[in-house]
C-alpha cells in the first residue's frame, strides 16, 4: 500500500493535531497524566524581548518576507496555490492568494474562493454540545453510553473525553475497510452509524483519560448528541445557533458533495493506486461531524476569533465564561512545551484553533489573544512535504515570520 494510501487510513479527514500533537498512536505504554495549560494565557510560550513586539506589523517589508516565505514552502512542498490572511487590529492586513486553483486551466487561486476545511468542522460540532452544556441539556461528564447505544466502553467514556480525543476509541477512518470504501468510490454517502460500525469492530485502544488518540470517531458520536438533545439536524443545528449569529453566510454544512462556486480544485495522492487526483467532487460525508465543513477565508477570519474567544462579534457570549474556560484547558499532548489540545481545539504556543485535513485540502485557523492576531492559511493539496502536513510547514514559517516568540512549532512526525 502506498504512503498516501496508509495515511488516509489512519485518518485522513484529521489533521487538527493529526501528525501534530498526536502521540504514536497504535503502540507504546500509557503516558503520564498531563499538565492543564490555559490556552489563552500561553503560558509555555516564549515571552518576547522588550525591543520585539509579539507580533510585527505588516509593513511593506514585512509582506515580502511573507510573500517570499509562502512562494518557498509552495516550491519546496510543491503546492499548487495556497491563500493567506493575517489581520491585527490597528495594523494593515495581509491577504494574499498564490499559485493556482485549478491546475488544468490556470486559474488562478484567489481570497474570495471557497474550501473544504476539514477538521476545522469539529470546532464547530464542539461549540454546538458546548451550547448544550450551558443549556443543561448534557453534561461533559456524563458517558455517552447515556446517549448512544452500543459504544464499546459507553459506560466509562465522558462527552468531555469525547472532545478532548481521550476516550480511546479506535479512528474508523484508520479501518483497511473504510479505506477501501471510501477510494473506490470517492463519490459514496456515508451515514455517521456506518463511520461508526468501522470503528467499533475495533478493541478500544486504551481506557478513558488515559492519553491523547485524535479519532474521528469522537465527533461522530458527539455529532449524534447534538442532534439527538437538539431535535435538528447537525448542520441545521450549526447553521442557526453558531453560523448565523457570527454572520458566517459563506459557510456550510454539505449534504452531499456540493461545492459553491468560485471554489478551488483539490489534489491528493490519497487514492487507491497512490496517483494524484483532484478530489473537489468527492463526497465529505464520511467526514461528517469531524470534517465535512466548507468555508472561506473571510469566514474563517471572523470565525478564529470567535471559537478562541467563545464570544460572536456582536459581543454577546457564544459559550458561556465557564464553560470556555474548561474548552481551553489544553493538556499538553506530546513533546512539544507549550502544544495541548482541549476540547475541540488547540493551544500551540499560544496560537488558539484548529487545522483540518482532507483529501486536496488544508486549513488553518488560529488567533492570538494577546495580539488579537487572527492568521489563516488555504491550501489546494493534502500532500506530505517530508512526513509534516503542508499547513503545518506553512504556517510555521510564517509565524517565524510575524511573531517569532510565537511559532506555530509542530513536531514533524505525521501520523494523520
Known sequence: MSQSSARLRRGAAIAALTGTLVVPTAAGGARAAPVAVPAAVGADSPSPSPSEPAVRSLTPQVARQLDAAVQKVMREANVPGVTVGIWTPGQPSYVRSFGVADKSTGQKMAPDMYVRIGSETKTFTVTGLLQLVDQKKVALDDPIGMY??????????????????????????????????????PQRPFTPQQ?????????????????????????????????????????????????????????????????????????????????????????????????????????????????????FPDGTRMVAAATQRQRLTTP????????????????VQGWIGHNGSLPGYESLAVYLPSTRTTLVALLNTDTAYRSQEPSTVLGEAITKVISPAHVYNLPRTRTG
Not at 491523547?212 to 461522530?220: D, G, H, V
Not at 499538553?332 to 493551544?347: C, H, V
Open 332 to 347: 499538553q499532548t506530546g513533546s512539544i512545551k507549550g502544544a495541548g489540545y482541549g476540547l475541540g481545539i488547540f493551544d
Open 148 to 185: 448512544i447505544d452500543g459504544v464499546p466502553n459507553g459506560d466509562r467514556i465522558t462527552l468531555r473525553q469525547l472532545a478532548g480525543m481521550r476516550s480511546g476509541l479506535f479512528n474508523y477512518s484508520e479501518d483497511p475497510g473504510f479505506f477501501k470504501a471510501l477510494t473506490s468510490d
Open 195 to 311: 463511520l461508526l460500525a468501522y470503528s467499533f469492530k475495533h478493541p478500544v485502544m486504551f481506557q478513558p483519560g488515559q492519553k491523547f488518540y485524535y479519532s474521528n470517531t469522537n465527533l461522530i458520536l458527539l455529532g449524534l448528541v447534538v442532534e439527538k438533545e437538539s431535535g435538528q439536524r447537525l448542520g441545521d443545528y450549526i447553521k442557526q445557533h453558531v453560523l448565523d449569529p457570527a454572520g458566517m453566510r459563506h459557510t456550510l454544512f454539505p449534504t452531499g458533495n456540493e461545492f459553491p462556486a468560485p471554489h478551488a480544485q483539490g489534489y491528493t495522492e490519497q487514492t487507491a493506486n497512490g496517483k494524484e487526483a483532484d478530489a473537489a467532487d468527492w463526497n465529505p460525508s464520511w467526514g461528517w461531524a469531524a470534517g465535512a465543513v466548507i468555508s472561506t477565508l473571510e469566514d474563517l477570519h471572523t470565525w478564529a476569533p470567535t471559537v478562541a474567544m467563545g464570544r
